[in-house]
């Protein structure tokens, strides 16, 4: 039975799912690991903190080292030693009280019992999820004899754009939420009580995604199927667009697989689309339509894919938080119909700004006349736009380029195209498989974009791995040179379709 102590990040988890908090407690190894990808969201969010906290001056850390936890246990004492000193400003303090205990981010005095709360997110607003942390982190302090007045997430604003050294007071923003904490405490008592009920009782609560929160819907659904592998390949669970609410409805319907859900549920198009597909086990092709989406096409074609960096804390001049940059692209052109595609392909491999040499290589190597063909056309074309103006010299040149601009989903997202295999999704890791069976992202290196801008920027802007780092750049073209050939085999596969 695990320990009735819960913490504040156990109480979180519980409001995402009550199983979630048990598993954590009680059977960890079946939850999945903490993954490099996410790893590395929490140390952008890290990187931010030290700016965050240059807006309280005077300030002690207390902290705790995670390969030492006698640091960790003797963190309340300390923590009530700084508070006795006075010390004006405590980042990450700890206190512990009634079975709770949380970290607190920073602790402002006010005087000798009351403070000023702040939790520093990296985050660009406040979000309900840090109503809830704050909630916890204020009755803590309440029972432990303190009075909290004011309630602040500092998060970092959208808007700044760098110039020079970082400006910490326009990279942070601060969103008073005082009342709605304030407001959250009487549901938090309950809620904290529940959570201690669950973590100890005996059994794991019902796994059912219908009682995840809705902001973590996604999340826990991956946990769920991982937790129940012998689930049919088409069972409810594998319906595209689900939330909690849907899934109490199916659940209580009776329907196991995705073929046996009622009509008269409030089911999106897209959702009756790949049940009706589904039920029929035929591909189904709306040619007319396809038909008419190819017609638009200009050769020669460019199948066209980046690959972008992303920090919290813009690296260079001119960008913005969680700017996605582009820092490579794969080309595949086709120049006339039915000739062989050829490949070009730019990488950049230092730690400037890579737009300039990366737009100009893509100059030389785009014509001024065809159709530019990609997938999930917003993701392109708004890097051609943040590129342009960012770039005046280069301005009319890319906005020329996003007027060519095909995106290759369509006839998938639309449903023109559909397959019970797609599982309701236009992915183009979910129509390739179906497609073309002989390409796979999974015999590569780098299977997915959040893996490749994260090697990227560990090993161009980090300098880490450097023995690794030819292996890298190497994988990376390998990956996005797979992204634009698979539209090239997903297009020829729609043109020998509409033939048939």
């Known amino acids: 039975m695990a320990s009735q102590t819960l913490s504040k990040s156990d109480y979180l988890l519980y409001l995402k799912h009550p199983a979630w908090l048990w598993l954590k407690k009680n059977d960890p190894k079946k939850l999945p690991p903490i993954d490099a990808n996410l ?7 890290h990187e931010f903190e030290a700016y965050a906290e240059a807006l309280f001056p005077g300030g002690t850390t207390l902290g705790w080292d995670p390969k030492n936890y006698g640091s960790y246990q003797s963190l309340p004492g300390r923590t009530l030693a700084a508070i006795q000193k006075s010390t004006p400003v405590i980042f990450q303090g700890r206190l512990e009280a009634n079975g709770i205990t949380a970290i607190f981010d920073v602790l402002v005095r006010v005087d000798d019992h009351t403070f000023d709360l702040y939790e520093i997110k990296s985050s660009t607003k406040a979000k309900d999820e840090h109503i809830d942390d704050l909630a916890f982190q204020t009755h803590l302090l309440e029972l432990s004899g303190y009075t909290v007045r004011n309630v602040g997430v500092v998060h970092v604003n959208s808007k700044y754009v760098r110039s020079g050294a970082i400006n910490t007071l326009e990279l942070c923003s601060q969103t008073d939420v005082t009342e709605s904490v304030k407001a959250r405490l009487p549901l938090t008592v309950e809620k904290i009580a529940e959570a201690i009920a669950v973590s100890s009782q005996p059994n794991c609560p019902d796994l059912s ?16 199927n ?6 049919p390949k088409d069972s409810i669970y594998q319906l595209n667009r689900l939330n909690p609410n849907l899934v109490g409805l199916i659940e209580d319907s009776g329907a196991k697989v995705i073929a046996d859900i009622p009509d008269d549920l409030p089911l999106k198009k897209e959702q009756q689309r790949q049940i009706a597909v589904v039920k029929s086990g035929q591909r189904s092709i709306d040619k007319p339509r396809v038909q008419e989406f190819l017609s638009q096409l200009q050769y020669p074609l460019y199948f066209l894919d980046y690959e972008t960096l992303m920090k919290t804390v813009p690296p260079y ?5 969680y700017q996605q940059i582009p820092f490579q692209y794969s080309l595949h052109i086709i120049e006339t119909p ?12 230092d730690a400037t700004n890579p737009c300039d040499a990366l737009i100009a290589r893509m100059r030389e190597d785009v014509g001024d006349t065809g159709s530019v063909i990609v997938w999930y056309e917003d993701f392109e074309k708004g890097r051609n736009g943040e590129m342009a103006e960012q770039h005046p010299d280069h301005s009319e040149w890319l906005l020329n380029l996003n007027g060519r601009v095909v995106d290759l989903m369509i006839p998938f997202f639309a449903g023109w195209i559909n397959d019970s295999a797609f599982c309701g999704s236009a992915s183009i890791k979910k129509v390739l498989p179906v497609l073309v069976p002989d390409l796979s992202y999974s015999v590569l290196a780098i299977h997915e974009g959040g893996t490749a801008q994260r090697l990227w920027m560990e090993a161009v802007l980090d300098q880490k791995h450097p023995d690794k780092r030819e292996q890298i750049m190497a994988d990376l073209i390998e990956y996005c040179k797979l992204d634009t050939l698979a539209m090239v085999r997903i297009y020829e596969d729609i043109i020998r379709s509409i033939r048939t």
């Open 39 to 45: 790893q590395a969201l929490f140390d952008a969010g």
């Open 317 to 321: 001049d001119g960008t913005r938080p």
């Open 209 to 224: 995604p219908r009682f995840a929160s809705s902001g973590f819907f996604k999340e826990w659904l991956e946990i769920y």
């Open 226 to 231: 991982s937790l129940n592998p012998d689930l």
């Open 338 to 349: 039915g000739a062989e595609p050829i490949h070009k392909e730019y990488l950049h491999r």
